[in-house]
């Protein structure tokens, strides 16, 4: 089972930061959150992950509270494009491998 | 860099009949993937490669599906009957190694009727 709760959607006006959050509770410490995304008809993309540091790299900002119980990714201007299912997943270093992903939160860019 | 092939990206077969799919890897990818993806659900690991070596498969149903990765670059995911209930995205992934961030493939959607 998926050990990550996010809501089922999320509705975002271009242009501005769209924030999807996702609470992993049962996070232990040698597990990392991993962000994924997946647009219709693809498969899913690598957005970014972190341990207990926030992140930021070309595509997001990802943004985990210092008790890592819960984290955010932060798409500072969403575009048409950005609309797609955003997976949040926990996930082990070094242990098992594995991407449990859940239903993900769809995100809908509005223009 | 080129990235995740598959082929074909649809297929649509009678139930009982064979399928398989085709995977190429990013160049230089060690570790490989195949997941199963079920409408409205997130995608589930279904094996992983290391190399040529399956190291984890334990969510394929091995009465009907089998997979290969000769020489360690490609790989060919078998159903051997399918069955109506394997109507699915089947998607291949790939990573440098077991720790790095996986890359996926446009899946192939497989129709059984």
């Known amino acids: 089972d998926a050990k990550t709760t996010q809501p089922t959607s999320m509705d975002c006006a271009e242009g501005r930061a769209a924030n999807l959050p996702c609470n992993h509770s049962t996070i232990s410490g040698n597990e990392y959150v991993y962000w994924y995304r997946q647009i219709h008809s693809q498969g899913p993309q690598y957005i970014i992950h972190g341990l207990k540091n926030n992140e930021t790299n070309e595509m997001a900002s990802l943004i985990i509270t210092e008790d890592r119980k819960s984290s955010t990714l932060i798409l500072p201007h969403a575009t048409l494009r950005d609309t797609a299912v955003y997976y949040c997943?926990?996930?082990?270093?070094?242990?098992?491998?594995?991407?449990?992903f859940g239903k993900g939160t769809k995100l809908t860019v509005n223009p | 860099e080129a990235g995740v092939v598959q082929s074909p990206r649809y297929k649509i077969i009678e139930k009982k009949q064979p399928v398989a799919f085709w995977c190429n890897p990013i160049?230089?990818?060690?570790?490989l993937y195949w997941y199963l993806q079920n409408l409205g659900q997130g995608p589930e690991l279904l094996i992983r490669?290391?190399?040529?070596?399956?190291?984890?498969d334990s969510q394929l149903p091995k009465d009907r599906f089998s997979a290969e990765r000769l020489k360690g670059v490609d790989s060919t995911l078998k159903i051997q009957p399918a069955e109506l209930g394997d109507s699915a995205v089947y998607l291949c992934a790939s990573s440098r190694d077991r720790l790095h961030e996986q890359y996926f493939g446009p899946g192939t959607r497989l129709t059984v009727t």
């Open positions: 997943i926990v996930r082990t270093q070094g242990g098992s491998e594995k991407l449990v």
């Open positions: 160049s230089g990818h060690n570790t």
């Open positions: 490669y290391e190399n040529e070596e399956a190291v984890d």
